[in-house]
């Protein structure tokens, strides 16, 4: 069974920063790529970051330059460090990744950008 957790999220002033993390189990964490997506005011979520097996890296234009993604496969872990936060990127963050056939996702953690 995949399993993703995550966290790292809260509250935090515009212009302030944060780190979220993503640990999984289940799968052979190395092989896969790993995403993070957010949902914003209960709309479609949508894509923020993709990191391949090999370590390629992908982003929405709407981070792009702001937010890092990255992975530390010795511990099964994906990360997303955001920087200068604005009070559009509050919204629930989760991580996912497709294994055995399937979509998994991770419970989400919250972002909240406000003053």
């Known amino acids: 069974q995949v399993r993703l957790v995550e966290s790292g999220g809260g509250l935090v002033q515009p212009g302030g920063s944060l780190r979220l993390s993503c640990v999984s189990s289940g799968i052979n964490f190395k092989l896969y790529t790993m995403k993070w997506y957010r949902q914003i005011n209960g709309n479609e979520r949508e894509l923020v970051a993709t990191?391949?097996?090999?370590?390629?890296?992908n982003y929405a234009d709407s981070v792009k330059d702001r937010f890092t993604i990255s992975r530390k496969n010795v511990w099964s872990t994906i990360y997303l460090q955001m920087n200068n936060l604005n009070p559009e990127d509050t919204g629930k963050y989760y991580c996912?990744?497709?294994?055995?056939?399937?979509?998994?996702w991770g419970q989400g953690t919250q972002v909240t950008v406000s003053s």
């Open positions: 990191i391949t097996d090999d370590g390629s890296t």
């Open positions: 996912t990744t497709y294994a055995r056939e399937r979509d998994s």
